[in-house]
C-alpha cells in the first residue's frame, strides 16, 4: 500500500515536476478524473501532450491522461495513431481488411469491394426509399365469425309523401291545376318533377309539427313489428321527416335505446315489419309508385332513401339479407379520408344528430354553393343559417322559387356543375372509418291467397277501422284485392353471422422500412448500428485530441 503511494507520488513529480506536495495531490486527483477517458484501438504508449511555457521562455512537455512508470516509452499521440487505432478494432468490415491487407494486390481488391459495396448499398437505399416516399397502399380483407352482430338501422319510407286526406288545400288546387294543364295539353303545362319542386317550396316554409302532419302517422303504416320473435313498438322508431317521401320510420339507431344486437342469422332472426302503404290515399297524378323504400344503414348514418334504397312493392314478403362491411382507411401521406366527428361538411348533424358521410358532404357542398351563389336554399335539403355550416355565408332570401327565372338559371347552372364534378368539393372524401351493408333481396307473393282470410281476421281484431276503411274504399267483395294492393312484409336479417373487414395498410411502413434499412447496410457493408456508434466514438475522440492541441502553447505563472 505505501509502495503503491510512493509510485503515485513519484508519477504526479515526474508530469508535474514543479509542483509542491500538496499540489501534486490535487495534480493526482486530476489524473484520477483523466484516467475515466481513453482511445480504443491506441497504444497504452501514446499519450495527449500539450506545451507548457515557463517564465524563462523555456519548453517542456507535459503528459495528460494515464501515467507510466516508463517515462522514456510514452510517445505523442497524433490524430494519424486515433485513425490508426480506429481500423484496428472497427466492425466496419472493408475498412479493417483493405487496411491489413499484405501487398498492393490485396489492398486492391479488397478496396474495389469496398467500394462496389458501397456503390451496391447507395442503389439498394435509392430504391428502398423511393418505395417508401411513393406511400403505396394495400387493402387487407378478412372474413371473420362472430356469435352476435350489431343489427343494422333499418328505415321505411312511403312512395307517396303526403296523405291525400291530409292535403292541404293550396297543395290540392296545385295539383290539381297542374294535372288539368298536363291533361288538356296546355302551352303552360308544367312537368310533374316542377310540380314536386313548388310542392317543396311551400312546405319548407311549415314547422316540423306542420310537415309530420301531412305524411303517414306510425299506427296508419306499421301495422306490426317485431324482432328477434318479440313485438317491437313505436317507441323503437326514430321518425324524420324527407321533403319527398313524407315520414320516414327509423328502427333500431340507437337513439331510443341501446343497440340491438342478433345472434343467428335467417329471417326468423331479424326484423319483421307487416306495413300498410294506404293506397288509398295516394296522391293523384303526383304519385307513380305505390311501395315502401327501405334504406338499410349504419345507426350513426343519415339514411337516403332517394339515394340509396331498396324498393318493395304491395303484395310481396320482401326478404332481405346483409351482410356488414367494416372499412377502414388511412388518411395522411397514404391518401385522403375524413374522420367521422367533422360536421363543418354536414349540414344533417344538426337537425338529426348524425354522422359524416360522403353523400352528406356533396349534398352540402351543393346547398352551401346555392346559397353562396344564388342566396337561396334548395328547399329538399336542410337549411339552417345559426350553424357552423352555413353562417360564414350570407344568409339566403328564401327557398329557390322556379318562377323565378334568375333563380333557375342559377340553380341549372350550380346542378350542372355538380353533376359533372367541376363545383369543388375538395373535402368530402370518404370517410376513415365506416360500416356499410350489402342487401340481397328477394321476394315472394303476400299474403298466399290460401292465409287471406286469417290475415283479414287478425286485421279486423288488431284494427278495425283499418277493415272498415278497406271496405269503404273497394267494396265489401273486394278486401281480397284490397289487402293485395295495400300491405307488404319485409324481412331484414343477417345472411350469415360473418362480418368483412376491409383494412387499408401501408404497403411499406416505418417498421418494415427500418429493418430494411438496417438490413441493407449490414447486407452490402457489414455495418451494424454498433457500427454507427464506433464512428461517433472516433468523432468524439478528434474532438478530444484537437481541444487539446487547440493552443500550441501555455504560459507558466
Known amino acids: 500500500m505505501g509502495d503503491d503511494l510512493d509510485t503515485t507520488m513519484r508519477l504526479t513529480s515526474t508530469v508535474y515536476p514543479h509542483a509542491s506536495e500538496g499540489e501534486s495531490q490535487r495534480n493526482q486527483e486530476t489524473l484520477s478524473k483523466r484516467n475515466l477517458y481513453g482511445f480504443n484501438g491506441v497504444p497504452s504508449q501514446y499519450r495527449l501532450t500539450k506545451r507548457i511555457s515557463h517564465n524563462n521562455n523555456s519548453m517542456e512537455l507535459q503528459t495528460v491522461g494515464v501515467a507510466v512508470e516508463d517515462e522514456a516509452a510514452e510517445k505523442s499521440l497524433s490524430a494519424r495513431v486515433i485513425l490508426t487505432g480506429f481500423m484496428d478494432f472497427t466492425t466496419s468490415h472493408g475498412i479493417t481488411h483493405t487496411y491489413h491487407a499484405k501487398g498492393t494486390l490485396k489492398k486492391l481488391f479488397w478496396g474495389f469491394l469496398t467500394l462496389a459495396s458501397t456503390v451496391l448499398l447507395c442503389l439498394h437505399l435509392w430504391i428502398m426509399i423511393s418505395g417508401y416516399i411513393a406511400y403505396d397502399s394495400v387493402t387487407n380483407i378478412n372474413i371473420n365469425e362472430a356469435r352476435s352482430l350489431d343489427f343494422p338501422a333499418v328505415t321505411v319510407c312511403n312512395n307517396n309523401g303526403v296523405k291525400r286526406s291530409n292535403m292541404p288545400s293550396w297543395m290540392d288546387d296545385l295539383v290539381k291545376s297542374s294535372m288539368g294543364s298536363y291533361l288538356n295539353g296546355s302551352d303552360d303545362k308544367i312537368s310533374k318533377n316542377d310540380l314536386v319542386k313548388k310542392i317543396s317550396e311551400e312546405i319548407s316554409l311549415l314547422n316540423t309539427t306542420e310537415k309530420s302532419m301531412l305524411g303517414y302517422s306510425y299506427a296508419d303504416m306499421i301495422i306490426l313489428c317485431s324482432f328477434n320473435g318479440e313485438n317491437c313498438f313505436e317507441s323503437d322508431f326514430w321518425t324524420f321527416y324527407h321533403s319527398v317521401y313524407g315520414n320516414c320510420y327509423s328502427f333500431n339507431t340507437g337513439k331510443n335505446g341501446a343497440i340491438q344486437k342478433t345472434s343467428l342469422a335467417g329471417p326468423s332472426n331479424g326484423l319483421t315489419l307487416i306495413i300498410n302503404i294506404g293506397l288509398y290515399e295516394y296522391v293523384k297524378f303526383l304519385t307513380e309508385e305505390a311501395g315502401i323504400k327501405v334504406v338499410i344503414h349504419d345507426q350513426k348514418a343519415m339514411p337516403f332513401p332517394d339515394h340509396d334504397s331498396l324498393s318493395t312493392s304491395p303484395g310481396q314478403v320482401n326478404n332481405i339479407a346483409v351482410k356488414m362491411m367494416n372499412t377502414t382507411r388511412l388518411d395522411g401521406n397514404y391518401g385522403n379520408c375524413t374522420r367521422l366527428d367533422s360536421n363543418e361538411d354536414n349540414m344533417y348533424f344538426y337537425p338529426y344528430n348524425v354522422s359524416y358521410t360522403q353523400w352528406a358532404c356533396l349534398r352540402t357542398c351543393y346547398q352551401k354553393e346555392l346559397v353562396n351563389t344564388c342566396k337561396c336554399f334548395d328547399p329538399d335539403l336542410p337549411y339552417d343559417y345559426d350553424t357552423i355550416v352555413f353562417n360564414h355565408i350570407e344568409k339566403a332570401k328564401g327557398p329557390c322559387k322556379l318562377t323565378n327565372s334568375t333563380n333557375v338559371n342559377c340553380i341549372t347552372e350550380v346542378s350542372s356543375r355538380f353533376a359533372d364534378r367541376t363545383l369543388k368539393c375538395g373535402t368530402c372524401y370518404q370517410p376513415c372509418n365506416e360500416i356499410l351493408y350489402e342487401s340481397t333481396q328477394s321476394t315472394s307473393s303476400y299474403p298466399a291467397l290460401s292465409y287471406i282470410d286469417d290475415f283479414v281476421a287478425v286485421i279486423n281484431k288488431t284494427n278495425p277501422l283499418l277493415l272498415s276503411k278497406l271496405k269503404d274504399e273497394y267494396g265489401d267483395d273486394q278486401v281480397s284485392f284490397a289487402i293485395q294492393s295495400n300491405f307488404l312484409k319485409i324481412n331484414v336479417f343477417h345472411q350469415r353471422m360473418t362480418y368483412t373487414t376491409y383494412e387499408q395498410v401501408a404497403s411499406y411502413d416505418d ?47
Open 511 to 557: 417498421y418494415q422500412f427500418a429493418s430494411d434499412f438496417g438490413g441493407a447496410w449490414g447486407l452490402w457493408i457489414g455495418w451494424s448500428i454498433l457500427t454507427i456508434f464506433e464512428l461517433i466514438e472516433l468523432g468524439l475522440d478528434m474532438l478530444v485530441y484537437y481541444c487539446y492541441n487547440a493552443n500550441k502553447s501555455q504560459p507558466s505563472q
